[in-house]
């Protein structure tokens, strides 16, 4: 067996020559050709036996290698094979068959063949009809029959039958003009009415269009030899379904004169295809922007304005009513995106914001849910109307309706769209009409509001009557293109009025609106020029072409109030009009806002806890006054002199301006403009640190100087006796002072303090309206104010711990110079404690102003508090209970002499010590004496006794001198020694035993040289 070849998809081939025994073999098998296909496709379940392939003709075997194909027999279940044809041969039948579950092929009781097919120019005939006998592409056994037109006489054969080597049997035949033809010639439209699909326009438009048809043929004055004949086809708005149906339109007779397709992504195919067969294409249902391109689609006309003339409508209303953002929704075809770019460049133009742009091709479940999760409140929705019943199931399902939200739809949907059953949807009409109220429509008006008489001598409204006839009572809401339908009535009358202003011009040049074929470009010319010179009143209005073939017309506003649309509204492009009746109702008192309504809301101060502290705070400065004023008036009085009361003096004075800085830390935007916060700043910054500076200060200074006088080492004690000068004390707080005052020109002249404002989270108020407050915070900050703030801090924190330390260094030390370091040492302890929680604290709670400033100004209060009451009261009671001011303030007066004088106030405190003295000689003499006394009694009593003892101890020794013997002086039993009398003195007079010799008087160089004056004074 010889093979002829093999095709790369591994396909089996006949040889197309045989012999022998192969040419028997051959004709055997056409004999049992349908016993042998029954047989061989027939096997097990595991699938299907492979069968022969047509003559001159293969199989392609998807999958499979050429080895595998020679020695696989069976083939799965729901595998699939393919004819394949040699050369320019055509398939006729089945041209894949599958493997069914039963084992068999399907389609086996119709065979496939491989033929030549005849020249397809034979199928068309010019000014005649062509019939195909069998339906189906012309190959061998086709028969054509021909007629023509009336008005032409057929020359030729009738019919011709395509051979087997793919030539016609016959030449073709033509259509002449019957030149004795008295009857009108008819010229034929061909038309594409979307019967269903996403816009069913076609149920209301062809009744229309046939309308105007047959009123165009009854006139005498429009087209008098001619007559209009519309052949139309149902494209179910689908391009694919139009592709095939333009196919037929044009390869079939009669030739049309003027192509009328409805929606836009089929006139887009139409309208780009026509300019190759030289045809015009008038549109009464296309608005997509896109074919107002007069490049791409040359030969172009529209009854149906441009949707691009609802988007300046649109930019009308959104600025009507106060919207600057806006999110759109839109099916991904050429009309809605090039209507929505259109729109976006208008609302850029306009201020506004498109914030949210979503598409979606048929499931618009995401992008709904894509605006719920934005926020989008004002929304343009562009889609047909069976996808606009799911997009508002799925926005009822997301809640995205209702006195929040508005909806702005196309208004070419029927007057129902919403309480249409849709078997695509799982709403039920109550759910949808919910979901639907309040929604906006922007249409083309496309009927006449006026009783005008136009080209048609029909009112709009006497239109409507005849059309509501011709629709036979069918309900217009549930109707499709019923509002279109006064634009396809005006777009046949704007075509007849075309062509018949084309007679003329035609005759003068020697043709005929009948000679019109798809290779004529000066019959396309001249009615171009007709249509694009047309001007009419029309039913729909009045109808006029702009440069790019779009209908001008007005714009209606409409909008659904109770389930029913009412209009609100017209607006006249061409003078930038809008007309708004005031009837516009909304589900809240006002149109809702187009977003979310963000509050800005400050946080003030608790106004009740700023007068309470500001009382405390009062009665505080108040509490130093009368601190300061007693600290001044007694300031003679020895006790407070050596208080240092210059220092206690700038420690009431520093405490008064501390607790002054409380009234500007509650002071806020409550109380002050913007303008003069920062001037508040500056009041907090300075009177709180130049406050601190004074009353710490000068509390640091008095513990510092005890502690450099007081723990010394032993060979420096002698300092201690060194007198004590003031302007050292106030020299340190001097410097003190002036860091603070230096650091804080410093940071305010390089980095001053102004008003910052910190925000919030957002918060919902507690009624219901759409509305989020903002709090927002005012704060005193300056550009690097950690940085400030730590360096203050830190001097600050040094200052204190300083403080505490020499506060305990000091704890145990006693002097008259200073008499009040350990009442100082207690409040530097309370202060440090205080500032050293309170600063990070009220870093921590800034955010917090009741908080904080609660929390800042207790603690100022309570400092200074604490130093006033622990300095000034105890000299306040020392003097009040003892009188110490009284008896100082009469000798002063005696004296004559200041009591700021050391000297004297030295004497005076030894005057008191030799009063003390003299009482305690006293005593001692009295003892003495009395010691006398008792002795010389005993050496009575010995002499009246030693003579008898001398009689009879003749032998015996005399007594030892008493005077000499120091144990004579001893007291007697039951009374103290006389050094127990010791811890009665004062420390100068502990060791008083050497004022007494044994004879019983004082020796006055045993007494302290300092004192001696003072002891006999």
């Not at 028997?24 to 027939?42: C, D, M, P, Q, Y």
């Not at 001007?535 to 109808?543: A, L, P, Q």
């Not at 302007?727 to 940071?747: F, N, R």
């Not at 709090?775 to 703030?789: D, F, G, I, V």
């Amino acid at each position: 067996m010889r093979h002829c070849g093999e095709t790369v998809e591994f396909t089996h081939h006949l040889c197309s020559q045989m012999g022998g025994k192969m040419a028997f073999l051959f004709i055997l098998s056409l004999l049992l050709g349908s016993f042998s296909l029954a047989v061989a496709s027939r096997n097990t379940t595991a699938g299907c036996a492979i069968i022969r392939p047509p003559r001159d003709g293969g199989i392609r075997y998807r999958g499979l290698t050429q080895e595998q194909i020679r020695s696989v027999q069976v083939l799965p279940v729901d595998y699939e094979i393919e004819y394949i044809c040699r050369g320019n041969r055509v398939i006729v039948g089945p041209k894949v068959r599958k493997c069914l579950p039963d084992g068999t092929w399907t389609d086996l009781n119709q065979r496939s063949k491989c033929l030549l097919p005849c020249a397809r120019v034979w199928t068309s005939l010019e000014n005649g009809r062509v019939t195909v006998h069998p339906p189906g592409p012309s190959v061998e056994g086709t028969i054509l029959h021909y007629s023509c037109l009336e008005g032409f006489i057929l020359v030729g054969r009738n019919s011709t039958q395509c051979t087997k080597l793919g030539k016609w049997d016959s030449p073709k035949p033509v259509c002449h003009y019957d030149r004795h033809y008295t009857g009108k010639k008819k010229l034929y439209i061909g038309a594409l009415f979307p019967m269903s699909g996403g816009w069913p326009g076609g149920q209301a438009c062809l009744p229309a269009a046939q309308m105007a048809l047959d009123l165009v043929n009854k006139r005498t004055d429009i087209l008098p030899d001619y007559e209009l004949e519309l052949i139309h086809y149902d494209s179910m708005c689908d391009p694919g379904e139009a592709t095939k149906l333009l196919y037929d339109l044009l390869y079939t007779e009669p030739i049309k004169i003027v192509l009328m397709p409805g929606c836009s992504s089929v006139s887009t195919l139409v309208a780009e295809a026509a300019r190759m067969w030289n045809l015009i294409v008038l549109s009464y249902g296309s608005s997509s922007p896109a074919l107002s391109n007069r490049q791409r689609f040359p030969t172009f006309f529209r009854t149906h304005p441009s949707a691009t003339l609802h988007n300046p409508t649109r930019v009308q209303l959104f600025q009507k009513w106060k919207w600057t953002k806006i999110a759109t929704i839109q099916q991904t075809t050429e009309v809605f995106t090039s209507t929505l770019d259109d729109l976006e460049q208008r609302v850029k133009e306009a201020g506004i914001e498109i914030s949210v742009r979503q598409s979606f091709l048929t499931d618009p479940a995401v992008a709904v849910k894509n605006l719920k999760r934005q926020d989008a409140r004002i929304i343009v929705g562009l889609f047909y109307e069976t996808e606009a019943r799911k997009v508002f199931c799925e926005v009822y399902k997301e809640k995205l309706y209702g006195k929040k939200y508005v909806w702005f739809l196309i208004g070419w949907y029927a007057d129902n769209w919403f309480k249409i059953k849709d078997p695509s949807i799982n709403c039920t009409v109550e759910q949808m009409t919910e979901a639907v109220e309040g929604h906006v429509t922007t249409e083309i008006v496309m009927l006449n509001p006026e009783t005008v008489r136009g080209a048609s001598n029909l009112t709009s409204q006497e239109f409507l009557a005849q059309l509501m006839s011709k629709l036979g009572g069918k309900n217009p809401e549930e109707t499709g293109g019923f509002q279109e339908a006064p634009l396809a009535y005006d777009a046949v009358w704007a075509l007849a009025l075309a062509l018949n202003k084309t007679v003329g011009p035609l005759k003068a040049k020697g043709r005929r609106l009948e000679d019109f074929n798809y290779n004529n470009k000066d019959i396309t010319a001249e009615i171009y020029r007709a249509l694009n010179t047309s001007s009419f009143e029309g039913v729909s209005g009045h109808v006029v072409f702009d440069a790019q073939g779009s209908r001008m017309a007005w714009t209606l506003i409409e909008q659904l109030q109770g389930g029913s649309y009412k209009k609100i509204g017209y607006y006249d492009m061409t003078k930038d009009n809008l007309s708004l009746y005031g009837n516009d109702r909304w589900i809240g008192s006002d149109p809702p806002a187009d977003q979310t309504v963000v509050i800005q809301k400050f946080r003030y101060l608790s106004q009740k806890l700023f007068v309470s502290v500001s009382v405390f705070a009062g009665l505080g400065i108040l509490m130093g006054i009368v601190c300061l004023t007693f600290n001044i008036y007694n300031s003679n009085v020895r006790y407070i002199q050596n208080s240092q009361p210059y220092l206690n003096n700038m420690t009431a004075v520093g405490c008064m301006m501390a607790l002054a800085a409380v009234f500007p830390l509650g002071i806020d935007g409550l109380h002050v403009r913007d303008s003069r916060f920062p001037v508040v700043c500056q009041f907090r910054l300075w009177l709180l640190g130049l406050g601190f500076s004074l009353a710490y200060g000068s509390m640091f200074t008095k513990i510092w100087w005890v502690h450099t006088v007081f723990t010394k080492k032993d060979e420096k004690k002698d300092k201690r006796k060194q007198h004590l000068e003031p302007w050292k004390l106030y020299a340190t707080v001097g410097v003190l002072l002036v860091i603070d005052i230096l650091s804080l020109m410093v940071w305010q002249i390089a980095d001053p303090l102004h008003m910052t404002v910190e925000k919030f989270t957002k918060e919902a108020p507690k009624e219901d309206v759409d509305q989020l407050i903002e709090p927002l915070l005012q704060h005193c900050s300056s550009e690097k104010m950690n940085t400030w703030l730590g360096v203050v801090y830190g001097y600050k924190g040094l200052l204190l711990l300083l403080g505490i330390f020499l506060a305990y260094e000091t704890k145990s030390v006693s002097t008259e110079k200073i008499n009040d370091h350990r009442a100082v040492g207690m409040a530097i302890y309370n202060v440090s404690v205080l500032c050293m929680i309170t600063a990070p604290v009220t870093m921590i709670l800034s955010s917090k102003q009741d908080a904080s400033f609660a929390f800042a100004s207790l603690a100022i209060i309570f400092s200074v508090y604490i130093t006033l009451v622990v300095l000034f009261v105890p000299k306040m009671r020392r003097l009040i209970t003892r009188g110490e001011w009284q008896s100082d303030q009469q000798e002063t007066m005696k004296t004559g002499s200041s009591t700021n004088n050391n000297d004297e106030e030295k004497s005076r405190q030894l005057e008191r010590e030799n009063k003390e003295l003299q009482k305690i000689i006293q005593e001692k003499e009295e003892r003495v004496s009395e010691l006398r006394n008792q002795l010389s009694e005993r050496q009575a009593l010995r002499s009246r006794k030693r003579p008898t003892s001398s009689n009879q101890n003749h032998s015996s020794p005399s007594l030892p001198t008493p005077q000499n013997d120091p144990k004579s002086l001893l007291p007697p039993p039951g009374y103290p020694l006389p050094a127990s009398d010791n811890h009665s003195l004062p420390p100068t007079f502990s060791n008083s035993s050497t004022l007494y010799q044994p004879d019983g008087k004082i020796n006055r160089n045993n007494c302290h040289p300092g004192r001696l004056q003072l002891l006999y004074k």
